[in-house]
């Protein structure tokens, strides 16, 4: 069993910054790939970024490159995501990812919304 527990999101002006953070536990030795997926409203989940838990190779949406940064701390099990110059546009619900053994996790989201 693999547990995700997100935590940063909240409301923000367009312009501002937040940090998201997700911490994984439980049966987790092996995970491949951390990162974070978000779903905007009335659309469907898409991929903001990836991180490779050994290499630390990254992958960014288009969207977000040059404003959002991935990073992990194996020895913490966390990987985070620092959003800066935020737009109204990346207002949605941010869902930490987790790749185990070919396997997919989900956390249970955490609500970023930004105000023009």
């Known amino acids: 069993q693999v547990q995700l527990v997100e935590s940063g999101g909240g409301l923000v002006q367009a312009g501002g910054s937040l940090r998201l953070s997700c911490v994984a536990s439980g049966s987790i030795d092996g995970i491949n790939v951390m990162g974070w997926y978000r779903q905007p409203p009335g659309k469907q989940r898409e991929l903001v970024a990836l991180?490779?838990?050994?290499?630390?190779?990254?992958n960014y949406a288009d969207s977000v490159k040059g404003r959002f940064t991935i990073s992990r701390d194996n020895a913490k099990n966390t990987v985070y995501l620092q959003m800066n110059s935020l737009k109204p546009e990346d207002t949605a619900v941010y869902y930490c990812?987790?790749?185990?053994?070919?396997?997919?996790?989900w956390g249970q989201g955490t609500q970023v919304t930004v105000s023009s």
């Open positions: 991180i490779n838990r050994l290499s630390a190779s990254t």
């Open positions: 990812y987790v790749l185990l053994w070919g396997l997919v996790h």
